[in-house]
């Protein structure tokens, strides 16, 4: 399943590499949808990237305060602010995911530098872009975006620069990939927010930025591809 950030162009893949966690002796225990209100559901036609157990579910899902992770990267640090009250469901899978060390040794596969799209995305131990945790869920969509200006539809909003925000393949098909806006970007409103860059990331990713993406022989001066420098991501871990 390759996951988009549908504009004009499919998305490029990258390299990456992939680990086994200690979750492959426990995942086969695992139901196909857990029970809470989040139902995630386990994708038997796309086997995660990494052997994972499927998300906490309780029946009451924390739908307040904030939690600081931080992504250790090769570029520098990236500290994140998840929001729970903007997206419960998607928080507690980000954060499990990061718990089980899921985002550990992996590399960001997509960066873009189009007139109305700049982000980097990560979140794909395989690194190509197609692959996930083996699960999926639902869709918790903001509804307080500003639209885009000179917009003839009046469907596109802004998502603005710092935004941190779930990339999916369409509705519901929420995974682990994610997308990290370098600028202000335009899009439909049809991806999760559920947090921020915090300052010092957005001085990390305005380095990645300026670094540019990787030349291919087809392309030499592309918009849309994999960073000219590596972004690899060491660890993932919560700080508060």
Same mark, same amino acid.
């Given at each position: 399943?390759?996951?988009?950030?549908?504009?004009?162009?499919?998305?490029?893949m990258?390299?990456?590499?992939?680990q086994?966690?200690?979750?492959?002796?426990?995942?086969?225990?695992?139901?196909?949808?857990?029970?809470?209100?989040?139902?995630?559901a386990?994708t038997?036609?796309? &086997?995660?990237?990494?052997?994972?157990?499927?998300?906490?579910?309780?029946?009451?899902?924390?739908?307040?305060?904030?939690?600081?992770?931080?992504?250790?990267?090769n570029?520098?640090?990236?500290?994140?602010?998840?929001?729970?009250?903007?997206?419960?469901?998607t928080v507690?899978?980000?954060?499990?995911?990061?718990t089980?060390?899921?985002?550990?040794?992996?590399?960001c596969?997509?960066?873009?530098?189009y007139?109305?799209?700049?982000?980097?995305q990560?979140?794909?131990?395989?690194?190509?872009?197609?692959r996930?945790?083996g699960?999926?869920?639902?869709?918790?969509?903001?509804?307080?975006?500003?639209?885009?200006?000179?917009?003839?539809?009046?469907e596109?909003r802004?998502?603005?620069?710092?935004?941190?925000?779930?990339?999916?393949a369409? &509705?519901?098909?929420?995974?682990?990939?994610?997308?990290?806006?370098?600028?202000?970007?335009?899009?439909? &409103?049809?991806?999760?927010?559920?947090?921020?860059?915090?300052?010092?990331?957005l001085?990390?990713?305005?380095?990645?930025?300026?670094?540019?993406?990787?030349p291919t022989?087809?392309?030499?001066?592309p918009?849309?591809?994999? &960073?000219?420098?590596?972004?690899?991501?060491?660890?993932?871990?919560?700080t508060?």
């Amino acid at each position: 399943m390759r996951l988009l950030l549908a504009l004009v162009l499919a998305v490029v893949m990258g390299g990456g590499v992939a680990q086994a966690s200690d979750d492959a002796a426990t995942t086969a225990r695992d139901p196909d949808v857990t029970k809470g209100p989040c139902a995630y559901a386990k994708t038997p036609d796309d &086997p995660p990237a990494r052997p994972v157990k499927l998300p906490p579910d309780p029946r009451r899902t924390p739908a307040k305060g904030k939690v600081d992770v931080v992504l250790k990267t090769n570029q520098g640090p990236i500290p994140l602010v998840v929001d729970r009250a903007q997206a419960p469901c998607t928080v507690q899978s980000f954060l499990h995911l990061v718990t089980k060390k899921f985002y550990d040794r992996t590399t960001c596969h997509r960066l873009t530098a189009y007139p109305t799209l700049k982000v980097l995305q990560c979140g794909d131990p395989t690194g190509t872009g197609e692959r996930g945790p083996g699960y999926k869920y639902k869709d918790e969509l903001p509804t307080d975006l500003k639209p885009a200006p000179n917009d003839p539809t009046g469907e596109r909003r802004i998502y603005p620069r710092g935004t941190l925000a779930m990339a999916n393949a369409g &509705p519901d098909t929420n995974g682990s990939q994610f997308f990290l806006v370098t600028s202000d970007s335009t899009l439909r &409103p049809h991806y999760t927010v559920f947090g921020t860059v915090e300052p010092a990331g957005l001085a990390t990713l305005d380095r990645i930025a300026a670094a540019g993406i990787a030349p291919t022989p087809d392309n030499p001066t592309p918009v849309d591809g994999r &960073p000219a420098t590596p972004v690899d991501i060491s660890r993932a871990k919560r700080t508060c």
